[in-house]
Nanobody, 118 residues
Framework: QVQLVESGGGLVQAGGSLRLSCAASGRTVSNYDMGWFRQAPGKERLFVSSITWSGRTTYYARSLKGRFTISRDSAKNTVSLQMNNLEPEDTAVYYC???????????WGQGTQVTVSS
């Protein structure tokens, strides 16, 4: 069983940056794809970015316009999301997720709040 804990959220002004981290415990996630999703108030949870178990392939929501970068450190069992040039529309709870490669996103963290003020 994998447990995920996010950190790094907070309040930032538009144009600023934040770096989210997700620490996995319980077992290694070296064979898991890892991802980030976000959910704004009153809206559905949406895909933000993911990285394959090998770290070789990354995916991003088109709406991000290249502002976010996902990375992973398999030795430390962590995945990070660097968010630059943040916009008020990025305000949401950000969730870390994991899935066995080729499976479904079935393991979730508790979320971390990101608030971007205008």
């Amino acid at each position: 069983q994998v447990q995920l804990v996010e950190s790094g959220g907070g309040l930032v002004q538009a144009g600023g940056s934040l770096r989210l981290s997700c620490a996995a415990s319980g077992r290694t996630v070296s064979n898991y794809d890892m991802g980030w999703f976000r959910q704004a108030p009153g809206k559905e949870r949406l895909f933000v970015s993911s990285i394959t178990w090998s770290g070789r392939t990354t995916y991003y929501a088109r709406s991000l316009k290249g502002r976010f970068t996902i990375s992973r450190d398999s030795a430390k069992n962590t995945v990070s999301l660097q968010m630059n040039n943040l916009e008020p529309e990025d305000t949401a709870v950000y969730y870390c997720a994991a899935m066995l490669h080729g499976g479904s996103w079935d393991t979730w963290g508790q979320g971390t709040q990101v608030t971007v003020s205008s």
